[in-house]
């Protein structure tokens, strides 16, 4: 069953299946732009369309969280498909989205979102009113949606204070779509698993890369 969320912004927001998650991480971080990140809380609704993500590999991949195994810090990474992984860094925090089958650990990374409503909200928890910098790296965002470490382990299949929607405006940025390497990694630099929306002034990094 299709599952409707209203935004309370007028428009509707279809929460994105398991299913989506279920899927190799390389092309869920794709297919993850121009979707819908969705945060309500008590200060408001925040809604922002992805515009950047990096993938993170179960296999092989030694700047994935999960590559020396399961701890208590990544345990939701071997956890089902559409769970959010929040973790900590340097006292402020990045939202991922967990991918493939429970105890596959792969995940992909939300680096940034271009703002689209609950702007004000936005503005005062960044202490910033420059549109273009609220959500643009993945501390930022937390920061500007309100997403911390009580939101580990959620699940985006809830529909109430985090989900991941799609309002049918993905297929528009398909031929948009830039990769390069993933940033601020030192290990397996050469990977090619970040994907942006070609020329968006909401990236966190190089926004003129093509495949």
């Excluded at 279809?14 to 299913?19: A, V």
């Excluded at 382990?153 to 993933?182: C, E, F, K, N, P």
Aim: proline letters at 3%; charged letters at 25%; one cysteine or more.
């Amino acid at each position: 069953m299709t599952t409707i969320m209203n935004d309370r912004s007028g428009s509707l927001r279809e929460i994105l299946p398991r299913s989506f998650f279920n899927r190799d991480v390389v092309v869920v971080a794709e297919d993850l732009l121009g979707k819908l990140l969705v945060r309500r809380s008590r200060a408001g609704m925040c809604v922002g369309r992805i515009v950047e993500t990096e993938a993170y590999l179960a296999a092989g991949d030694s700047a994935c969280h999960a590559a020396r195994g399961k701890t208590k810090k990544n345990a939701t990474m071997f956890g089902n498909p559409g769970l959010a992984y929040v973790y900590a860094i340097h006292a402020r925090y990045c939202l991922n989205t967990v991918t493939e089958a429970a105890g596959r650990p792969s995940a992909v990374l939300i680096r940034a979102v271009e703002p689209i409503t609950g702007i004000e909200i936005m503005q005062q928890r960044r202490g910033s009113d420059k549109l273009t910098d609220l959500c643009r790296g993945p501390a930022r965002l937390c920061e500007a949606f309100g997403i911390d470490r009580r939101l580990d382990g959620w699940d985006l299949q809830r529909g109430t204070r985090l989900w991941i929607g799609d309002d049918g405006m993905t297929d528009d940025m398909i031929a948009l779509v830039g990769r390069s390497a993933r940033i601020g990694v030192t290990s397996e630099m050469l990977a090619e698993l970040r994907f942006f929306v070609n020329g968006s002034p909401f990236v966190s990094g190089p926004k003129y890369l093509h495949r």
